[in-house]
């Protein structure tokens, strides 16, 4: 329930704007649940209304928080997603700024990142059966493509050794066997310990055909959404 977040949100937006050297005065907060985007987060479109120096003032946020109950994966590092889009930006990939990281689950009862609230449309999770897009023109539709898979390019080429933070990024110095067992378990997590003989056995096959010589490693995504 959102209106239980309304007075510790509030509370922790006004230390925040204290924090950034903002006097906000009469500080209200509107919590609403976004409907929209994905299944690893719980995201929070957050509207601020205060007064400073004078001035009436309003600011849309989106915080993210991690998942209470059901999750994509066993555990999340969002001071690794940062420094990870932090990263991808320097190499020209459109992401978000950070407004600011919050670790202390006391709060909210869970770390968020808070970022600008950019209105617009959000697609669903697997944007080939998202209505919107389906009604666009077809030329719209291949732009939007096009633009996506120029985007993933532009994240594997972003240099990343001289990146602070790096040494936590998974795969960073491991071998490539690693990273598939890294996913084997993610898989027999997911499935409760048990999964079919035949993911079993796919996995094995990949652990036992890894190449000898793994090339030069480099960023990737690590969920693309279905297109």
């Not at 209106?3 to 925040?16: H, Q």
């Not at 990870?84 to 689950?105: C, H, I, S, Y």
């Not at 000898?212 to 693309?224: I, K, R, S, W």
Request: include cysteine; glycine fraction near 10%.
């Amino acid at each position: 329930d959102t209106r239980t977040l309304e007075v510790p949100l509030t509370r922790w937006l006004a230390g925040w704007l204290g924090r950034s050297g903002i006097e906000a005065e009469d500080l209200v907060v509107d919590v609403v649940d976004h409907v929209g985007g994905g299944y690893s987060n719980v995201v929070l479109v957050v509207r601020l209304n205060y007064t400073t120096g004078g001035r009436m003032l309003a600011r849309s946020l989106m915080v993210r928080l991690t998942p209470a109950g059901d999750a994509l994966f066993p555990t999340y590092d969002l001071a690794v997603q940062v420094s990870v889009q932090d990263l991808v930006r320097t190499g020209g990939v459109p992401v978000p700024e950070f407004v600011a990281l919050e670790e202390d689950p006391s709060w909210l009862g869970a770390p968020c990142l808070v970022m600008p609230w950019i209105e617009g449309h959000d697609l669903v999770e697997l944007p080939a059966i998202d209505e919107w897009l389906l009604s666009r023109p077809a030329d719209e539709q291949e732009r939007l493509q096009r633009k996506f898979l120029a985007a993933l390019a532009d994240v594997h080429t972003c240099s990343w050794h001289d990146h602070p933070g790096t040494s936590r990024w998974r795969g960073a110095g491991a071998a490539l066997e690693d990273e598939v067992a890294w996913w084997r378990d993610v898989a027999t997590w997911s499935l409760d310990g048990e999964p079919s003989p035949e993911v079993a056995e796919l996995f094995d096959w990949c652990l036992d055909h890894c190449p000898g010589v793994a090339g030069e490693p480099g960023v990737l995504p690590g969920v693309l959404p279905g297109v």
